[in-house]
C-alpha cells in the first residue's frame, strides 16, 4: 500500500470516535466532575453522519472510554492524558477478574488508542461486568464503572456482527467449523501460520488466527477455507485479515489474502461468490468478483448491495444500487461523486470560509483572502485504483509541493472525504445556496 493511504481507515474511525466522545462536554474533558458525579455509561453522537457511541468518563490517566460500531465491526477508544512511549501497544483489560486483550494503536493529541473488537465475548462482559481494569503495557491504569453499560452498549452497537444477507468470517458465539487436526494444521500451515503452543501464530508471532469456515464455495465438490486474523502488525490498526484456500488433492492453496472483514454473497451466473471486504470508515466498501482465474476487483457494494461496478463487470452484471451521481457524471466516468460545490463538514452552505467544486476532470479550491476571491486548479489524469473505499486519482498538473494523487471516497447523503495530506470531510451545496461571490 501507498504510505500515503496506509492507516486512513484507522484515522478516520478514530477521528469520528473522537468527535462523539468529545460530546460527553465536562465529563469527559474534567475528571474531577465526573468522580463527584459518579462514572455512568452514556449514549452519544456527534452528528446524525457519526457513529452512535457508549462511554464512560475515567480518572487520572484514563480520560474516558467509548465503544462504537463501524459497518459490522465493532471499536474500541480510550482517550489518555500522557502517550504511552511504545505504538501500537499492547493493552489487556480485566473485567470482573476475566482478562481480554486487545490490540490498539496510538492516535492524536491529545493521545487516543484505538483497535477493533474480534470477539464478542469482551462487549457481553462489558455489558455484564462492574468494574473493567485498564492495563497498557503491562502498567497498570486504573479502572473504570460498568454502571450502565449494558443499556448503552445494546444502544451503540446494535448493528455489530449483523447481517442478515452475508456469511460474515468473524468471530461469533457459533461454534469453531469441525476440521480434523491433521486438515486443521494442514490449512493453518498452508496460510503462512505456525504452531505455537496452543495458538496458531503469524507475522513472528505478533497476529493469531483460526479456521472460520469450511465450505465448498463454488460447488466444484472440494472444499475451501476461511482462515482470519487478528492484530495490528500485519493488518495495521483495523486489526483483521483473511486468507481464503482451496483444496485440490491433498494439498492447499491460496486463493486470495487480504485486510479486512470478508463476506461472500452469491451471484446468478457466478460459481464463485462476490468476495466484499468489509471494515469501517465507508458506505461502500471494495468487493472482489470472479473472472475465471482468480479474484480481482469488481467494484464496490455495502451488504452485497452493488454501489459500483468496474467496466469490465458492467456488461449483464446485477442491477447497481442508487448512490449519489453515477460513474458517467461523476468524475473521469469512474468516480461516482455528484458534482458541484462542498464546503466544510460542520459549516454552512451560504457562510463558507473555503469552497470546493468538483467538475468531471477537475476540482477547484475557492477561498476569500484580502477581500479577494481567489482559486486554485487541480486537473485530473486518470483513475489510479481504489483502496480502504477511496478512489484514488492522479493529478494531471502536480506541482513540486502538490500531492501527486488525491483520494476520494464518497457515501450517501452526498458526502465525500477528500484525501490529500489529511482526510477532509466535505457535504454536498446546491449552487443557489453558494454565495455568487465565491461561484465559479
Not at 148 to 167: E, F, H, I, K, Y
Not at 183 to 200: E, N
Amino acid at each position: 500500500m501507498h504510505p500515503k493511504k496506509k492507516g486512513i481507515m484507522m484515522q478516520a474511525i478514530v477521528k469520528r470516535l473522537a468527535a462523539s466522545l468529545v460530546l460527553f462536554g465536562s465529563i469527559i474533558l474534567l475528571p474531577s466532575l465526573a468522580i463527584a458525579q459518579g462514572q455512568q455509561w452514556r449514549v452519544s453522537q456527534a452528528d446524525p453522519s457519526q457513529p452512535v457511541l457508549a462511554a464512560v468518563p475515567g480518572n487520572g490517566p484514563i480520560v474516558g472510554m467509548g465503544l462504537a460500531c463501524e459497518g459490522a465491526q465493532a471499536f474500541l477508544l480510550i482517550k489518555l492524558s500522557r502517550a504511552p512511549a511504545r505504538d501500537p501497544v499492547t493493552s489487556v483489560l480485566t473485567i470482573d477478574g476475566a482478562s481480554f486483550s486487545i490490540p490498539l494503536g496510538k492516535f492524536g493529541d491529545p493521545t487516543y488508542l484505538a483497535g477493533s473488537i474480534g470477539e464478542p465475548g469482551f462487549i457481553d462482559a462489558l455489558a455484564g461486568g462492574q468494574t473493567v481494569e485498564v492495563q497498557v503495557d503491562r502498567q497498570q491504569l486504573g479502572s473504570l464503572s460498568l454502571a450502565g453499560s449494558s443499556a448503552a452498549l445494546t444502544d451503540a452497537l446494535a448493528g455489530c456482527w449483523q447481517s442478515p444477507d452475508a456469511n460474515f468470517a468473524q468471530a461469533d458465539n457459533s461454534p469453531a467449523p469441525e476440521v480434523s487436526p491433521g486438515d486443521r494444521a494442514a490449512i493453518m500451515r498452508a496460510a503462512g501460520f505456525t504452531r505455537s503452543g496452543d495458538d496458531w501464530t503469524t507475522c513472528e508471532g505478533e497476529e493469531t488466527g483460526s479456521i472460520e469456515q469450511v465450505s465448498d464455495l463454488n460447488g466444484d465438490g472440494n472444499p475451501e477455507a476461511l482462515v482470519m486474523g487478528y492484530g495490528t502488525a500485519c493488518h495495521g490498526f483495523g486489526g483483521t485479515g483473511f486468507v481464503l484456500l482451496t483444496q485440490q488433492g491433498n494439498a492447499w492453496r491460496i486463493v486470495d489474502q487480504g485486510s479486512g472483514i470478508p463476506a461472500f454473497f452469491a451471484r446468478a451466473g457466478l460459481a464463485w461468490p462476490d468476495l466484499e471486504i468489509g471494515g469501517p470508515g465507508s458506505d461502500c466498501f471494495p468487493f472482489l468478483r470472479w473472472d475465471g482465474q482468480g479474484y480481482v476487483r469488481g467494484g464496490t457494494s455495502i451488504g452485497g448491495e452493488i454501489c459500483t461496478l468496474d467496466p469490465k463487470f458492467a456488461a449483464g452484471s446485477p442491477p447497481v444500487a442508487s448512490n449519489p451521481g453515477s460513474a458517467a457524471e461523476g468524475i473521469l466516468g469512474q468516480v461516482p461523486v455528484r458534482l458541484g460545490y462542498y464546503v466544510y463538514q460542520g459549516e454552512r452552505c451560504d457562510r463558507p470560509t473555503y469552497l470546493y467544486k468538483f467538475e468531471s476532470d477537475r476540482h477547484l479550491e475557492i477561498f476569500e483572502e484580502n477581500g479577494r476571491i481567489d482559486a486554485l486548479t487541480y486537473d485530473y489524469a486518470r483513475v489510479t485504483g481504489q483502496d480502504d473505499g477511496f478512489y484514488f486519482i492522479e493529478l494531471a498538473d502536480a506541482g513540486p509541493e502538490d500531492p501527486a494523487e488525491i483520494g476520494i471516497r464518497t457515501y450517501r447523503g452526498g458526502r465525500i472525504d477528500l484525501l490529500i495530506q489529511d482526510i477532509v470531510e466535505l457535504v454536498h451545496c446546491q449552487e443557489e445556496q453558494i454565495p455568487s461571490r465565491m461561484r465559479r
